[in-house]
Nanobody, 124 residues
Framework: VQLQASGGGLVQAGGSLRLSCAAS????????VAWFRQAPGKEREFVAA????????YYDDSVKGRFTISRDKAKNTVDLEMNSLTPEDTAVYYC??????????????????WGQGTQVTVSS
């Protein structure tokens, strides 16, 4: 599976962005998908996931109610709609695919495929 993330950019606080991740590979729909982010000087952190086992969506508390993850199995894409952005959301955002167990859905170790990252910068 190969992943290509896009849609990042510069936005003012309070604004919105939509990230998209396009996947190649016939088995993509058998994987759970997720978005992670990494800010300068910080570790990569979980943002959101769509689990293939139960079709549930999972969010980090810091983005719950503001971000929405969605996947289109026909198009092999997974999007991240981001609203009410704050400067604390500034980071490189990565899409990922893998088969983590549910208890590991928010752990980067559970994902074996990663996109190249797209920069999101939120100005105050």
């Amino acid at each position: 599976v190969q992943l290509q993330a896009s849609g990042g950019g510069l936005v003012q606080a309070g604004g919105s962005l939509r990230l998209s991740c396009a996947a190649s590979g016939r088995s993509f729909n058998s994987y759970s998908v997720a978005w992670f982010r990494q800010a300068p000087g910080k570790e990569r952190e979980f943002v959101a996931a769509a689990a293939v086992q139960n079709n549930h969506l999972y969010y980090d508390d810091s983005v719950k109610g503001r971000f929405t993850i969605s996947r289109d199995k026909a198009k092999n894409t997974v999007d991240l709609e981001m609203n009410s952005l704050t400067p604390e959301d500034t980071a490189v955002y990565y899409c990922a695919a893998g088969r983590p167990i549910i208890s590991m859905i928010s752990k980067s170790l559970g994902y074996g495929y990663w996109g190249q990252g797209t920069q999101v910068t939120v100005s105050s």
